[in-house]
């Protein structure tokens, strides 16, 4: 069986890429990094299976899932995607896809999954299947979305009380910068409020970034809702013996939040954390460390209304991340934003 493997970020590339040609009976003929260059490669060399991600440059997966159905009907499609939302899901699913995993199971799913798709039968992360997502496509969920959207993971300022825990991994400053602009820029201006645990240099940088977005930056920092601390000096209030302490942590980032909630003015006030403490702890290299902020984190979003986004300057750090290591911080997150 003859496969193409579509991600844009070469540590999961290389993970599935490998997996699937451990197979016998399965033939990687090609990795792209590209929506748009998907479907053309598809058309071209007209393959059994594609892995296919969501959050893809130029062409966002699930309108290239719908291209590659015009131009190689045969084709049977797996989405493979740390995506969680269950609408985002349906609609992958919508395309005719056959498949849906998250990237965080796909250890122990990748073989079954790819297994029951080229079988003519569906599958799904069993964390999803749980919802009814193993059921028939729903054909008026595609008419729900703005196509071009769906790629986006970093968490929206509605009143959704989901709490999310996303991840950036970032190949320079300057992607990094744009999403916190982002991220910190769109709570603040929905009246809601943020705090940004960061290096000085991408504090400093920040805050021009937020006045040109549109953001009173002195306003924020005046009423209470833009707080932004040093995340070296946050590592040292809340590490013990070089591990992130729990009732440190849990008090220092709960007593900000309540803070910063109260002089949020939003109707469904939330707070947006952007933090680079892991980052720091991971290039130190104390990844048990960075693993167990990651799971305190999770703890947080329990407890608080907030969003989460953790970055980490992979393109500033001499040497690659190691596979098993991405993986476990990918595990800890409702999703994965690579730039």
Known sequence: ?????????????????????????????????????????????QPDLILLDIGL????????????????PASKILF?????????????????????????????????????VLEGKRFVSASLAAHGLNGPPDPQTGARFHRENLAT?????????????????????????DDLTHF?????????AAIVAATESHRTRLLPRLQA??????????????????????LSAIMVNDLPDPVRFLELLGDL???????AKGKHPRVSVFGECVHLLWAQGKVEAAIRMEKLGNKLTKIHDVDILCGYSVGSVEGEMDDHVFQQICAEHSAVHSR
């Open 57 to 72: 440059p130029t062409l966002n997966g699930i309108e290239a899932a719908r291209r590659i159905r015009e131009v190689s």
């Open 184 to 192: 910190v820029g769109a709570a603040l201006k929905a009246g809601n």
């Open 257 to 263: 939040i309540v803070a910063a909630t109260e002089a």
């Open 1 to 45: 069986m003859r496969v193409i493997v579509v991600e844009d970020h070469e540590k999961w590339r290389h993970f599935f890429s490998t997996a699937l040609q451990k197979q016998p009976e399965l033939q990687v003929i090609g990795e792209v990094s590209d929506g748009l260059e998907a479907v053309q490669k598809a058309q071209e060399l």
């Open 213 to 234: 977005y549109g953001v009173d930056v002195d306003a924020a920092i005046e009423h209470g809702r833009y707080i932004a601390l040093d995340a070296a000096e946050t």
């Open 153 to 177: 993971l970093i968490p929206t300022q509605g009143v959704d009380t989901t709490s999310q825990h996303v991840v950036g991994f970032y190949s320079n400053d300057q992607r990094l910068l």
């Open 80 to 116: 493979i995607s740390e995506n969680r939302s269950f609408d985002i899901v349906r609609e992958a699913l919508s395309t005719g896809a056959r498949g849906y995993i998250l990237k965080s199971d796909a250890a122990s799913e990748l073989m079954p999954a790819v297994k029951a």
